[in-house]
C-alpha cells in the first residue's frame, strides 16, 4: 500500500502513469508521513519512500529534502 498527503486525485493520476495497482490511501495532515520519512524544521513532512515489512519493520528509507526529490510520472 502506498500513503501520500497529495490529494487523492493527484495520486491516482500518478499511480496510473506509473502503473502501480497497490492501494494508496489518503494522509490528509501528513501526520504519519512526519512519523516515518520526517520533518523539516517548520513540521511539514519531508518527500521520501518507505518500505515497511509486513511485520512492521522498515526495510527501506530513501528521505528527499525538496518536493521535487519524490518520484514523478512519465
Do not use: C, W
Not at 26 to 42: E, I
Not at 46 to 66: D, E, K, N, S, Y
Amino acid at each position: 500500500m502506498g500513503i501520500s498527503d497529495d490529494e487523492p486525485d493527484e495520486s491516482r493520476r500518478f499511480a496510473e502513469g506509473l502503473g502501480i495497482t497497490f492501494p494508496l490511501l489518503y494522509d490528509a495532515d501528513a501526520g504519519y508521513a512526519r512519523q516515518v520519512v520526517g520533518a523539516d524544521d517548520d513540521g511539514n513532512a519531508l518527500p521520501g519512500v518507505v518500505v515497511v515489512t509486513a511485520g512492521r519493520r522498515i526495510h527501506f528509507r530513501q528521505v528527499g529534502v525538496l518536493k521535487d526529490d519524490r518520484v514523478h510520472a512519465p
